[in-house]
C-alpha cells in the first residue's frame, strides 16, 4: 500500500502515488539542472510543469483518480528524457532537432494582434495569411449586416490566449518537448537581447518616478495604433469598392456589349434605345477603359495601404492606362453627341377624320388595349418590346393623349397628330408616319387605341399620338372610366373634358360642358372664361370663324376617308 500525496502543478491539483511523485521530482530536478545558465530558466520550468499537467489531465478520467508510476513513464515517453538534448548554442546553429510535429490548437495570438488575437490566431490555425482572415471577417459582417461580430466577440471570449511557450509551440502545432520549450524562450531573449542591452536603466528609472512622462507615451502609442487601423480600414474599403467595380464592369462588358455572344433581356432595349448593335461593343469597351481605369489605380492604392513594399507597375504601364482612358473619354464624348443629335429634330404627321356626330347625338367613347401584347387601357411615355399577333416583334408605347374641344361645325372631327423625333426633319417625319395607331366607330360609339405600335428598325424616339375630337356644341359625350388616365391633361390644351367625370352624360356647351346626371352640387362649374364682355366678344369670334370654315369646307360623312397634313413644328 503506497501513500498518496496532492501536488500543485501549474495550479492544477493532482492525486499522484507515493512513488510516482518521486519519479516526477526526480524528472523536474534533471530538467532544471540541464538548463543551468539558461535564459529565462524558470519560465521554461513553468511551461514543462504547464504541459506535464496538460498530460495529466488527459489521462485522468474522474477527480479522485490517482496518477501512479505508468501515467509518469508515459509522460515523461512524451516529454523525452533530459539527456536526450544537448542544451547549449550549437543545437541551434549546427544540427537539426527533429521532433514530432502535433496538431494544431486554436489560441488566440495576441502578439500579433490588431483586436483580440483571433484572426492571428486562426492564421496559425489554418495556414492563411493572417490579412486575408482580417479581410475576410471584415467582408462577412457587411454582408452579415454585422452579425459575424458576435462571432468574433465569442471567439475572443472563448478561446484561450497563447500566453505560455507550450501554448505557442501548440498554437504553431510543434510538438511540446523540453527541447523546443527552451528553443523558443531562447527566440524570444535574442529578439529582445539588443534592446535590453542599450536600455538606460537610470533613464526610465526617472521616468517610472515622474510617471506623467510614461502615460503620454501610452496615450501616443494608442492614438497611433488607432490611426494605423483607420488607415488599413481605408484600405480594405478602397480595395473592396474598387474590386466589386472592376468585376460589375468585367461582366457589364460581356453581358451589354456582345451582342450574340450572350443573350441577355436587355439587350433588345439598348439596341432599340441606342446607337444599334453595330457602335455597342466600341462604347462598351470605352465604358469599361473610362470607368475602369480610375478605379484600377484605386484597387492598386489600397494594396499599397494594406501590403508594405508593395511592387509597382512601372512607368510605361501608368502612361499607358493614362493615354488609353483619355482616348476613352474623348470616345464616349464622340458617341454622345452623336446620339444627343439622334434625337435633334421633332416630327410629326397629322390625320384629320369626321366623325359623324351631330349637335343631337350622344358620343361614347372608350380605350382599347391589345390582349396579344398583354396591354391594358393606362397612359405611360414607357416602352416595351413584344410579338403581335402574326409573330412579329413590335414596339409598343401607351404614351397617347386624349383631347376634348367643342366645335361650331354641325358635324364633329377628329384629329390625329402622330409625333416622334430623329437627326433631321425627314428622318423623324418617316419615323412618325411608321406609328400604326388604330381606332373605331360604330353606332355612336367610338373606340380609341390605347396603344401605338412601330417596327424595331424605326427604333424608339419618343414615339407618341395625340387624339383630339372636336365635337358640335349641343352633343352628348359618356367617357368610359379606363379613359382617366388618357385625358389627364393640364388647361394649356383647353380640354373641357375634366378628370373625375367619367361615366357621365356631359353635354357640349359654348363655355365647355353641362353634365346631365350629376348630383346637385356637381352641376355648378365654374366658367373657364369668367362673366365679363370678353368672353361675350370671344364667342362672336367663335361663331365668325365657324361661318368662314362651312363657307369654306364641306363636311365629310365618311370616318374612313383621311387626309394627311404635313406640318413644321
Not at 416 to 439: D, L, M, P, Q, V
Not at 459 to 481: C, E, H, M, N, S
Amino acid at each position: 500500500m503506497n501513500k498518496t500525496v496532492n501536488i500543485n502543478l501549474a495550479g492544477v491539483f493532482f492525486h499522484i502515488d507515493e512513488d510516482a511523485y518521486a519519479r516526477l521530482q526526480h524528472y523536474l530536478e534533471a530538467i532544471r539542472r540541464s538548463l543551468t545558465n539558461t535564459h529565462g530558466q524558470e519560465e521554461i520550468i513553468h511551461d514543462i510543469e504547464a504541459r506535464i499537467a496538460e498530460l495529466f489531465s488527459e489521462k485522468i478520467k474522474t477527480e479522485r483518480q490517482v496518477i501512479g508510476v505508468r501515467e509518469v513513464d508515459e509522460v515523461i515517453a512524451v516529454m523525452g528524457q533530459p539527456e536526450d538534448y544537448v542544451l547549449d548554442e550549437e543545437i541551434f546553429e549546427d544540427e537539426p532537432v527533429y521532433t514530432k510535429r502535433r496538431g494544431k490548437k486554436l489560441f488566440r495570438d495576441t502578439e500579433n494582434s490588431y483586436v483580440g488575437g483571433v484572426s492571428s490566431g486562426l492564421a496559425h490555425y489554418t495556414g492563411i495569411d493572417a490579412l486575408w482572415i482580417r479581410l475576410l471577417w471584415i467582408l462577412l459582417t457587411i454582408f452579415s449586416t454585422g452579425a459575424f461580430i458576435l462571432i468574433y466577440i465569442a471567439l475572443w471570449i472563448f478561446v484561450p490566449e497563447a500566453k505560455t511557450t507550450a501554448d505557442k509551440l501548440a498554437m504553431h502545432g510543434e510538438e511540446v518537448t523540453i527541447s523546443n520549450i527552451e528553443k523558443k524562450i531562447r527566440e524570444g531573449f535574442d529578439e529582445v537581447s539588443g534592446k535590453v542591452k542599450d536600455i538606460n536603466y537610470e533613464k526610465y528609472g526617472y521616468k517610472a518616478k515622474a510617471g506623467a512622462s510614461s502615460a503620454a507615451t501610452a496615450v501616443g502609442d494608442v492614438v497611433k495604433f488607432l490611426l494605423n487601423l483607420f488607415v488599413k480600414l481605408i484600405g480594405v474599403f478602397l480595395l473592396l469598392i474598387a474590386g466589386a467595380t472592376l468585376i460589375g464592369l468585367f461582366i457589364g462588358l460581356f453581358s451589354i456589349g456582345t451582342f450574340g455572344i450572350i443573350e441577355a433581356p436587355w439587350t433588345d432595349f439598348i439596341e432599340i434605345t441606342g446607337p444599334g448593335a453595330d457602335s455597342i461593343w466600341i462604347i462598351s469597351a470605352l465604358a469599361f477603359f473610362a470607368v475602369g481605369i480610375p478605379f484600377f489605380f484605386l484597387f492598386i492604392l489600397g494594396l499599397k495601404i494594406l501590403v508594405k513594399n508593395l511592387r509597382s507597375i512601372g512607368k510605361t504601364a501608368k502612361l499607358v492606362l493614362l493615354a488609353l482612358w483619355i482616348i476613352s473619354i474623348l470616345g464616349l464624348v464622340f458617341f454622345g453627341i452623336q446620339e444627343a443629335t439622334e434625337r435633334a429634330f421633332d416630327g410629326e404627321v397629322r390625320i384629320s377624320e369626321t366623325l359623324p356626330v351631330t349637335s343631337n347625338d350622344t358620343l361614347y367613347i372608350s380605350m382599347m388595349g391589345d390582349p396579344q401584347l398583354n396591354s391594358t387601357p393606362y397612359r405611360s411615355g414607357d416602352f416595351n418590346i413584344s410579338y403581335d399577333q402574326n409573330d412579329q416583334k413590335v414596339i409598343w408605347s401607351q404614351d397617347v393623349q386624349l383631347i376634348v374641344k367643342s366645335t361650331t361645325d354641325s358635324v364633329g372631327r377628329m384629329e390625329i397628330i402622330k409625333y416622334a423625333e430623329g437627326k433631321n426633319y425627314e428622318e423623324a417625319r418617316a419615323r412618325a408616319e411608321n406609328i400604326n395607331y388604330s381606332t373605331s366607330f360604330s353606332n355612336g360609339r367610338l373606340e380609341l387605341g390605347g396603344i401605338l405600335t412601330t417596327d424595331p428598325e424605326n427604333k424608339y424616339r419618343d414615339q407618341r399620338v395625340q387624339v383630339t375630337l372636336f365635337l358640335p356644341i349641343g352633343a352628348v359625350i359618356y367617357a368610359a372610366d379606363n379613359t382617366y388616365s388618357f385625358h389627364r391633361n393640364s388647361d394649356y390644351y383647353d380640354d373641357i373634358l375634366h378628370n373625375g367625370y367619367e361615366e357621365r352624360h356631359l353635354r357640349i356647351t359654348r363655355e365647355g360642358t353641362e353634365c346631365l346626371d350629376c348630383p346637385a352640387e356637381e352641376e355648378e362649374e365654374e366658367d373657364p372664361w369668367g362673366d365679363s364682355e370678353e368672353s361675350e366678344d370671344m364667342e362672336t369670334d367663335w361663331d365668325t370663324e365657324a361661318a368662314e370654315e362651312n363657307a369654306s369646307e364641306v363636311p365629310n360623312t365618311n370616318l374612313r376617308d383621311t387626309t394627311a397634313v404635313d406640318t413644321i413644328p
